[in-house]
């Protein structure tokens, strides 16, 4: 079973400043798709960024960009020129692509909670 | 196009109750997906309904159970309410066609038992 860990459970960062959100996860798959997905307080899931395994080259979406270390199964998420909008709950998740319909489940980290300090 | 809707938005229930929480995919998407967030969690996986049927299931018991309809909407089902069942219920919606691998998320249902 896949696992999926984010061991800091709070970060902040200064408005306009640069943090970094780690996650590490573990697989004995090799094609596997990964994603950052942000939850604010409004409850609605909403997807940031996602990187394809087989893809060598980090994904990026605007502000945000990730640092996917296959090897190292580590995959996290960068934001830059932080702004108030980015305080929110982030969740790195794991799906695999052993199966297209039945392994399409989402496997959730525990979060981690972004302040943005103005 | 709406995006996936969840009804009813806040419940509160008693103990050994049973409660019903109903999801509407995003336009074009087949398939839905049930979570369970804890307070201060991740969303741990209950099951997930493709073609009216339930496909995969999680880690739950079986006081959960789901349904599917033709038109591609879901429901919930929670049995024996516990304590523990307090959460927020997420629906989340996909295709099967054109490998998005994509989930996009309802607002959620905050359930609460007393």
């Known amino acids: 079973a896949q696992t999926v860990t984010q061991s800091q459970p709070e970060m902040s960062v200064q408005e306009a400043e640069t943090v970094t959100l780690s996650c590490t996860y573990d697989?004995?798959?090799?094609?596997?798709?990964l994603f950052w997905y942000k939850q604010p307080p409004s409850r609605q899931m909403i997807l940031v960024i996602r990187q394809e395994a087989y893809k060598q080259q980090n994904a990026t979406e605007n502000r945000f960009s990730v640092n996917f270390q296959k090897a190292a199964k580590s995959f996290s998420l960068k934001i830059s020129d932080s702004q108030l909008g980015d305080a929110a709950m982030y969740f790195c998740?794991?799906?695999?692509?052993?199966?297209?319909?039945?392994?399409?489940?989402?496997?959730f980290g525990k979060g981690i909670t972004l302040s943005v300090r103005p | 196009d709406a995006g996936v809707t969840q009804s009813p938005t806040h419940l509160i229930k008693t103990r050994g109750q049973q409660v019903t929480l109903r999801c509407s995919p995003k336009s074009g998407h087949d398939t839905v997906s049930w979570y369970q967030q804890a307070l201060g969690q991740g969303p741990q996986f209950i099951f997930q309904y493709y073609e009216e049927e339930e496909r995969q299931r999680g880690n739950f018991p079986d006081r959960f159970s789901g349904h599917q309809f033709p038109n591609y909407s879901s429901e919930l089902n929670v049995n024996a309410l516990l304590l523990g069942d307090s959460a927020l219920y997420l629906c989340?919606?996909?295709?099967?066609?054109?490998?998005?691998?994509?989930?996009?998320f309802g607002p959620g249902t905050r359930l609460t038992v007393t």
């Open positions: 998740a794991y799906r695999s692509l052993l199966n297209t319909g039945a392994n399409s489940k989402l496997t």
């Open positions: 697989t004995s798959e090799s094609d596997y798709y």
């Open positions: 989340a919606s996909s295709s099967e066609q054109g490998y998005t691998y994509e989930q996009y």
